[in-house]
């Protein structure tokens, strides 16, 4: 399976500022997505990040809140933008390898003070 | 719409012991995927298991067993001899028509020495 890594680990940052997180994967992938995980909940779509289109938002994101990019087939970034306390989140990113099956990077752990 | 439920949100056992993840789903699709997942305190999730709805034999791997039912819409996962590696939040997903992963809200196990 592909090998994803993802930056920062880990950040604290205060709130009304942005952070940006990177996916990096060693092979060439269609499809990437971001995923949000708040405390002891599950996970939610974001976006899907295709490249050379513009990110398709899941209804309850914004591109101005969560704006993405996706350069080239084997990087994207998600940027948390003007964050708040509510934003403590664990964010992860998957590629999908085959059809119906997704594989996870090891996840930015965000806190907003 | 798709439905996953994990009714069970925290199993505690002491190592050793057996111990089974409920995972119930919901779907109108006739072909669907089903994924175990497990996250462990520090944040990745891990891929442990596909399933595709046309194979109903029941999977093992080491002390890992999966029990797939359609008849009553269940993926069961059972830890046999388990230990306190063990202990993570494992998540059941499911896909359908849709790449978009539908996942349960997952159920902590907690393995005690």
């Known amino acids: 399976s592909a090998v994803i890594s993802q930056k920062p680990s880990r950040d604290i940052c205060q709130r009304g500022t942005s952070l940006t997180i990177q996916c990096q994967v060693d092979?060439?992938?269609?499809?990437m997505f971001w995923y949000r995980q708040q405390p002891g909940q599950s996970l939610t779509l974001i976006a899907t990040a295709n490249q050379g289109s513009e990110a398709t938002y899941e209804s309850g994101f914004v591109i101005d809140k969560f704006p993405i990019s996706r350069p080239n087939l084997t990087f994207s970034t998600l940027t948390v933008s003007n964050m708040s306390p509510e934003d403590s989140s664990i964010y992860l990113c998957s590629v999908e390898e085959t059809p119906n099956e997704q594989f996870f990077g090891p996840g930015t752990r965000l806190t907003v003070l | 719409a798709q439905k996953v439920t994990q009714a069970q949100t925290e199993i505690s056992v002491v190592e050793k012991e057996d111990v089974t993840l409920d995972c119930v789903y919901e779907t109108r699709d006739t072909t669907y995927y089903l994924f175990w997942y497990k996250q462990p305190p520090s944040g990745e999730l891990v891929f442990l298991i596909r399933r595709n709805s046309f194979d109903e034999q029941n999977e093992i791997s080491g002390r890992y067993s999966w029990n797939f039912q359609k008849s009553t819409s269940s993926f069961n996962f059972t830890i046999t001899a388990s230990q306190v590696v063990d202990s993570a939040v494992y998540f059941c997903?499911?896909?359908?028509?849709?790449?978009?992963?539908?996942f349960g809200r997952g159920t902590s196990l907690i393995v005690h020495p």
């Open positions: 997903a499911l896909t359908g028509g849709s790449y978009i992963p539908t």
């Open positions: 092979s060439q992938v269609t499809m």
